[in-house]
């Protein structure tokens, strides 16, 4: 019984982990701390995190939020533009 028990925790986390990566993502365009994020996410801790993030996501948290304020950035100019 406490094989089927640990498959099914192990199963369901494997199942939400992408499901927390996109909440995830919500939370840091509002640009809160990433140990925040990871505790509000139910993550373990930060380091926990971090690594899951970057296997969903291909990229650290830290990496994104960058590459999100770059794109911002860009289409806010290329308004201005037209």
Do not use: C
């Not at 019984?1 to 369901?12: F, I, N, V």
């Not at 982990?17 to 990871?38: F, H, W, Y």
């Not at 650290?60 to 911002?72: D, F, I, K, S, V």
Request: proline share 2%; hydrophobic share 45%; charged share 25%.
């Amino acid at each position: 019984m406490k094989t089927l028990e640990k498959y099914a925790a192990w199963y369901s986390a494997w199942l939400l982990t992408p499901v927390r990566a996109e909440r995830a993502k919500q939370i840091l365009r509002l640009g809160n701390t990433i140990s925040d994020i990871a505790l509000d996410t139910g993550f373990v801790d930060q380091a926990h995190f971090m690594r899951r993030f970057k296997a969903i996501m291909e990229v650290t948290p830290w990496q994104y939020m960058q590459r999100r304020m770059l794109g911002m950035i860009a289409e806010d100019q290329g308004r201005r533009l037209v």
